[in-house]
C-alpha cells in the first residue's frame, strides 16, 4: 500500500469526492476546513543535502515554483505554475513510490519537481499563498498530470507523441497554439546540436533501437504539432522522445525539428522550442500574464476541460 503523511480525511475527499468544483470563471471553490497543521504533509527528500526533509504541502510547492520558473517573471505566471506544482505533488503520492526510501517524493528532476529553496523571495511566496489549495481536476473529479515545459515551439503536442505516453490518451492533453513570449530568449525559441556517430548510435541503443550504423538519418512519422514521433536511422525506427531524453534534454532540446544530418561522422539536429511539448509552455504562461490573464486562467488554458477546484487555503 502506498505510505503517504497525507492527512487520511483529508485525502480520502481528495480522492473519493474530488473536491467542489468551481465554475471555470469565477474561480469561487468549496474550501474544506482545516487549520494550519492540517495542511497535507509529505517527507521529501532533498537530493543537495541527501537528507529527508517533513514539510507541509505549500512549503514544498514555494520550492518547486522557485526551481521551475524565474522568480522575477509576472506574478500570474508563477501563480499558474503553483497550481500545477501542488497538483502534481497530490497526483504523484496518490499514485507512486519515490525511489527514495522513507520519502513521499523527491527534489530529483529525474522522478518528480525542480526544487530550489534559496531561489524563494516575496513574488514567489506571494504566487502560492494567493492560490492556497487550488489545483486542477478533471470533470470525474481526477487528478490530471500537469505536464508543462520550458517553450513549444509555436504547438504543444499530445501526451503520446511528446513524451511517449504509454497508457491512454488523456482527454484534457490536446495539441494548440503555445502562444510562446515573443521575446523569449533564441536559445529556447530555437536550437542545433551535433553529436558524434558514437554517441548517437549509444543513445539510439538506449531508446531501444538495434542499429549499428547511422550514415542516413531522418524524420520519419510526426505528431499532430509537427514533432517528430520517430526518425529513421539507417532505415530503423527510432522513438525521438526517448532518443530526446537519451541524447540529453538539454542538448536535443525538443523533437520539432527543422534540420537533420548525418556526415563525416557527425549527426547535426536543429529545432525549435524547449521541452518535450506536453501541456502548459511556461514562455507561454508568460506570454499570457504579460497580456494581464489570470494564473488561475493561464493554469486552465493549456488543458482541455479541466476544473479549478480549492482542496484547502
Avoid at 544530418?261 to 506570454?287: E, K, N, T
Wanted: proline share 5%; net charge negative; with cysteine.
Amino acid at each position: 500500500m502506498r505510505r503517504c503523511r497525507l492527512m487520511p480525511a483529508l485525502l480520502s475527499l481528495l480522492i473519493l469526492q474530488g473536491c467542489a468544483a468551481a465554475h471555470p470563471k469565477d474561480f469561487s471553490a468549496q474550501v474544506l476546513p482545516h487549520s494550519d497543521s492540517q495542511l497535507p504533509q509529505l517527507m521529501v527528500y532533498v537530493v543537495s543535502e541527501e537528507a529527508l526533509h517533513p514539510m507541509d504541502i505549500e512549503t514544498y510547492v514555494t520550492g518547486v515554483v522557485a526551481g521551475e520558473m524565474p522568480n522575477t517573471w509576472p506574478l500570474e505566471a508563477l501563480k499558474a505554475q503553483a497550481i500545477l506544482a501542488r497538483t502534481f505533488v497530490l497526483k504523484f503520492v496518490t499514485e507512486k513510490e519515490s525511489r527514495y526510501p522513507g520519502a513521499d517524493i523527491s527534489t530529483d528532476i529525474a522522478e518528480a519537481q525542480a526544487y530550489d529553496a534559496a531561489a524563494v523571495n516575496d513574488r514567489i511566496r506571494q504566487a502560492v499563498q494567493e492560490t492556497a489549495g487550488l489545483i486542477l481536476r478533471t470533470e470525474d473529479g481526477a487528478l490530471p498530470y500537469t505536464w508543462f515545459h520550458s517553450h513549444s515551439g509555436g504547438m504543444t503536442e499530445t501526451a503520446a507523441d511528446g513524451i511517449d505516453w504509454q497508457g491512454d490518451e488523456p482527454a484534457y492533453i490536446r495539441p494548440m497554439p503555445g502562444n510562446d513570449a515573443p521575446d523569449a530568449p533564441m536559445q529556447v525559441q530555437a536550437w542545433t546540436a551535433e553529436f558524434s556517430e558514437e554517441e548517437f548510435l549509444a543513445a539510439c541503443r538506449k531508446a531501444g533501437a538495434a542499429v549499428s550504423s547511422c550514415e542516413t538519418v531522418e524524420v520519419g512519422q510526426k505528431g499532430q504539432s509537427g514533432r517528430a514521433v520517430t526518425l529513421l536511422v539507417d532505415g530503423t525506427a527510432v522513438n525521438a522522445a526517448r532518443l530526446r531524453i537519451s541524447l540529453g534534454s538539454s542538448k536535443m532540446r525538443s523533437t520539432l525539428l527543422t534540420a537533420l544530418s548525418a556526415s563525416d561522422g557527425v549527426i547535426r539536429i536543429s529545432g525549435r522550442g524547449y521541452g518535450h511539448g506536453v501541456g502548459m509552455p511556461q514562455w507561454g504562461a508568460y506570454a499570457l500574464a504579460q497580456q494581464g490573464i489570470s494564473g488561475e486562467e493561464i493554469a486552465l488554458h493549456y488543458y482541455h476541460g479541466l476544473k479549478l477546484v480549492r482542496a484547502w487555503e
